[in-house]
Every structure is written in C-alpha cells, then in structure tokens.
C-alpha cells in the first residue's frame, strides 16, 4: 500500500519560488516512478514532471522546462518539487503520484494535494 501526503503550497506572488514536497510512505520508495501532476481552477488534470526510480531520468512538461526541478531523495522516501518564476497560470492544486509518462491515467496512487495560488 502506498501513501502519498503533499505540503508546501500556499500564496504567493507572481515571480516567487515554491518547493512541493511529497512524502510517501511505502516499502519499497526506490520502486517507484514518480510524478507531479496539477489540476488548475476549472481544467482537467495535467502533468508537470516526472522521475524514474533513481533519479537518473526526468521529465518536463513544456511549460515546467527551464522553471521547475523534480528530485527525489531516496533515503527519506520523498519526492520535492521545487518551482521558479511562478506565474498566475500556475496557480493550481498540485499532486504527488507514483508511476512515469506524461497523462494522468499512467499513475495510479496519488496524494491529497496540496493548493498553490499566485497572484499577478
């Protein structure tokens, strides 16, 4: 069984940075892919990044390349995300995930999510 609990979201203004951080709790951590996914105000759910299980591979969506940073730190069992130059059109319920491709429907235990809002 895996459990995924995100923190980190909150206010901030356009410009800001955040880190997301993801910790799960399962057996195995390091046989895991792991993604970020977001579902903006009003839109369907859509993916950010991804990591294989070593960390050795990522994945960007267009508009995260350059902007944001998936790790994941193996002897703690989380997964971070840490975002730069954050705009309004990121605002958006962020979510941690276990799998790897670029659709919701290829990941399977997902957290809560936690909200991150900007403001022009």
């Known amino acids: 069984q895996v459990q995924l609990v995100e923190s980190g979201g909150g206010l901030v203004q356009a410009g800001d940075s955040l880190t997301l951080s993801c910790a799960a709790s399962?057996?195995?951590?390091?046989?895991?892919?792991f993604g970020w996914l977001r579902q903006p105000p009003g839109k369907e759910r859509e993916f950010v990044a991804a990591?294989?299980?070593?960390?050795?591979?990522?994945f960007y969506s267009d508009f995260a390349e350059g902007r944001f940073t998936i790790s994941r730190d193996n002897a703690k069992n989380t997964v971070s995300l840490q975002m730069n130059n954050l705009t309004p059109e990121d605002t958006a319920v962020y979510y941690c995930?276990?799998?790897?491709?670029?659709?919701?429907?290829?990941?399977?235990?997902w957290g809560q999510g936690t909200q991150v809002t900007v403001s022009a």
């Open positions: 995930a276990t799998g790897l491709g670029d659709r919701p429907k290829d990941y399977d235990n």
């Open positions: 990591i294989t299980w070593n960390g050795g591979s990522t």
């Open positions: 399962v057996r195995t951590f390091n046989g895991y892919a």
